[in-house]
């Protein structure tokens, strides 16, 4: 033992050389590691966070230099930083795309609560209009060509392939859960597709703010307001138009700015998901069957839903063609608004309420499980009330702050204003217990007993234990010893106690309970989609009223607005998605 040791002591100098550079190696793979695939969860998700929040805030700061139209920031400036973050973008889809094809495993973990097929038709028909607005787009950069930086030429051509490669990257990797590559290239890869949808949301309402602050100022002018100073340039550049339907295509594009915007906020939230979902451990449930979209006894809802609808369509009619004109007519038509509004938010509190009563009646269990598709869907519906109850609360003060001489819908735009925020409260409260609420099949009810133990002593081979499932079906089995007419009367008394009917009673309930919980629910989905067409479209008062920008002042009221519009659009529009998923559960 003591030579082998000298002997090993001796050769140590020798192979001092080889062993340091292993020693080198093996420390250099475990820094590797330890900087990319070992790197703790929680700080991957800090790390990418922090990493998208800047990049949104980086393109907000060019966004907010670009609004004073001064000469150092210009338009195209900002359409380049979007268009180099969609080509990264591309880039990184395209590598996990063939990743995933190179390393597929045998059952890839999905959640399937992260993709339905309903959304999946809405983000295709939403994506469609997108690509409507790219052609014209190209088309008035075709027409604007010599005039204006070719930087508007290529960013409709790369919009609309980050587009058709999004829409496919979400219909079949939306509910993948990553496993592999956890930090890095995942983590950085999904946070960067959604910031990066996040500022092409910003750019589209900025561009859409811009065109309705233009007509605002121009219809003050005509008014007689000469104080106004938004500082808007127009839209159009100062040149001709090469080809004919030029001024077609401007006009077109901002009936479907509102398809746009919504079709990225809600790609942001869907990849919010995704990214989520990175090293998440599936629960067994969590995967459970697909409700049933058999929906009987609807008819009450949908009638009143489309009696909402076609209400919403008359009003934002009369309102666009009556708004142009006199101011007589301006404040008649500000005044139908709102007393049609005063309708329509009343009927939701009084659906949304009634649908809270059913669950109070209810005994169905909270599911309190991990499912961070609907933890988003209860944060971006509490986050997005906040634009709109902003906008009631200055409102309020407004009215309550006008003198004798203010105009006389100013009462009705109090009520108005109380009840949004009230609407808002009991159908985020509606909407969030339907989500959270677990149901229990009526068909699962306890099955009345077929076997019992009697008392009397039997002889065997019975033991006691007798078979009442088969007492009247063969008259010609043998009668079993030791059974008196007592017994026999008890046990009758027994199984009448809780015979069938009792279990269909029951289902009649729940049943009659969730046909009163799809009617509401359809209704609310209705009614949202009515309150979102609206301002989407031109009907949007709190411009021209005049009422609030006595008190706060245009500029102040004009930022409110431009904060406050978009965030009651996309609560809407996440309403409908939510409410839908209420719908199926039900």
Request: proline share 5%.
């Amino acid at each position: 033992m003591v030579e082998h040791r000298g002997l090993d002591i001796m050769s140590t100098p020798s192979s001092s050389s080889p062993s340091s550079s292993n020693a080198e190696k093996k420390l250099f793979s475990k820094l590797k590691v330890s900087l990319t695939k070992k790197y703790p969860q929680k700080n991957a998700e800090t790390l990418s966070a922090q990493y998208g929040t800047n990049l949104l805030l980086i393109g907000v700061s060019v966004m907010l230099a670009l609004a004073q139209h001064g000469p150092a920031v210009k338009k195209e400036h900002l359409l380049a930083f979007i268009t180099a973050l969609m080509l990264v973008q591309l880039v990184w889809m395209l590598c996990y795309m063939i990743q995933s094809e190179r390393e597929r495993s045998p059952v890839p973990e999905k959640d399937a609560h992260a993709g339905t097929s309903w959304i999946q038709g809405g983000l295709t028909m939403l994506a469609l209009l997108s690509l409507i607005m790219d052609a014209f787009r190209i088309g008035s950069f075709v027409g604007y060509h010599s005039c204006v930086s070719a930087v508007l030429g290529v960013y409709p051509v790369v919009h609309a392939l980050h587009t058709i490669s999004q829409v496919h990257f979400l219909w079949f990797h939306i509910k993948d859960v990553i496993k592999k590559y956890e930090t890095f290239e995942s983590r950085f890869g999904v946070i960067h597709a959604v910031f990066t949808n996040l500022l092409l949301w910003c750019n589209g309402v900025m561009s859409e703010a811009e065109h309705f602050l233009n007509n605002h100022r121009r219809r003050l002018t005509a008014l007689g307001y000469d104080n106004v100073s938004t500082g808007v340039l127009e839209a159009e550049p100062h040149c001709n138009c090469s080809i004919s339907v030029c001024s077609m295509f401007s006009t077109s594009l901002y009936y479907l700015y509102p398809f746009n915007i919504e079709y990225h906020i809600f790609v942001s939230a869907m990849l919010l998901v995704m990214w989520k979902n990175i090293g998440r451990t599936l629960e067994l449930h969590s995967n459970s069957k697909r409700p049933s979209m058999r929906s009987p006894g609807l008819l009450l809802g949908p009638l009143l839903g489309l009696l909402a609808l076609a209400s919403s369509v008359t009003v934002l009619v009369v309102y666009l063609i009556h708004i142009e004109k006199s101011q007589q007519t301006r404040e008649a038509a500000i005044s139908m608004f709102y007393l049609y509004g005063v309708v329509m938010l009343s009927c939701m509190c009084v659906a949304s309420g009634a649908g809270l009563l059913v669950y109070r009646l209810e005994a169905w269990p909270m599911d309190t499980g991990s499912n961070p598709s609907r933890t988003l869907d209860t944060e971006l519906l509490l986050g997005s009330s906040l634009g709109s109850w902003l906008m009631s609360w200055c409102s309020v003060v407004a009215v309550a702050a006008a003198g004798p001489g203010s105009p006389s819908f100013r009462w009705t735009c109090l009520v108005y204003s109380l009840l949004l925020v009230l609407e808002k409260c009991v159908q985020n409260l509606f909407i969030v217990e339907s989500l959270y609420r677990r149901r229990t099949d009526p068909d699962d009810a306890p099955v009345p007993e077929v076997f019992s133990i009697t008392p009397a002593p039997v002889v065997p081979p019975y033991d006691g234990i007798v078979n009442r499932g088969y007492e009247t079906q063969d008259k010609g089995c043998a009668t079993l010893e030791g059974e008196t007419p007592e017994n026999r009367a008890a046990f009758s008394r027994k199984h009448s106690d809780v015979t069938l009917p009792v279990g269909n009673q029951l289902s009649v309930i729940h049943g009659r309970k969730r046909q009163i919980l799809k009617n509401i629910t359809i209704f609310l989905f209705m009614c949202n989609i009515s309150l979102w067409i609206l301002p989407a479209f031109g009907c949007r008062p709190q411009y021209d009223s005049g009422l609030e920008q006595e008190t706060f002042g245009y500029s102040v009221w004009t930022t409110v607005l431009n904060l406050a519009i978009p965030m009651n659009l996309f609560y809407r529009t996440h309403s409908v998605a939510s409410l839908f998923e209420v719908f199926r559960k039900d």
